[in-house]
């Protein structure tokens, strides 16, 4: 199966990103799926029964991370993929942490990772042969990462979908106020 690690948005806050993507933005040829809205933590390919195994297993295991919050306010763009994407301007510590630690696992369980810096983001749309111009509402969403997710990407005549097929919590942030 090809699959990825990664954070699911809550139904509402994919709803308000499509919503302003179709306001502010010109319109893709090839816009994400709302449905699809996603921020990859670690991407893993292609995975063996044998891979997904020693996967699981590891992240069982692994050190607790903090629920943290999500923030995508600036809008990205990549040359080579043709994606437009949304990013975050402060990445929470718990957030790089957590997908550090999964490449690492991921390595560990015979996937090959590529060699890259990891840059969050959802991606908006994709084969834009531009970078499209600025947005003219700047984007401003957040919400609270309380777990991630194995995504199962499945390829149809009607485009790609991400199943999640595994899911993990991450450990609740307490705050005692006196």
């Known amino acids: 199966m090809r699959a990825f690690l990664g954070l699911s948005l809550d139904g509402k806050t994919k709803l308000a990103i499509e919503a302003w993507r179709n306001k502010a933005l010109p319109n893709f040829n090839t816009p994400v799926p709302a449905v699809n809205f996603h921020v990859t933590l670690a991407f893993l390919g292609q995975v063996t029964a044998k891979n997904l195994d020693a996967l699981t297993s590891q992240i069982a295991t692994m050190p ?3 629920e943290f919050s999500v923030s995508l306010n600036h809008m ?3 040359a080579k993929p043709k994606a437009c994407w ?3 301007d402060n990445t929470h510590q718990a957030h790089l942490q957590l997908a550090s630690q999964l490449n690492k696992i991921a390595k560990t369980s015979g996937l090959i990772i590529p060699k890259q810096d990891y840059v969050p983001h959802l991606t908006l749309a994709r084969k834009c042969t ?3 111009p600025a947005p003219l509402i700047e984007p401003d969403f957040s919400w609270q990462a309380k777990e991630f997710h194995l995504f199962e990407s499945v390829s149809s005549p009607h485009g790609v979908a991400y199943h999640i ?4 919590p991450l450990k609740m942030a307490f705050s005692f106020n006196r």
């Open 64 to 66: 607790e991370v903090s």
């Open 76 to 78: 990205g763009y990549w």
């Open 86 to 88: 949304l990013g975050c």
């Open 130 to 132: 531009l970078n499209p």
């Open 165 to 168: 097929r595994l899911s993990w």
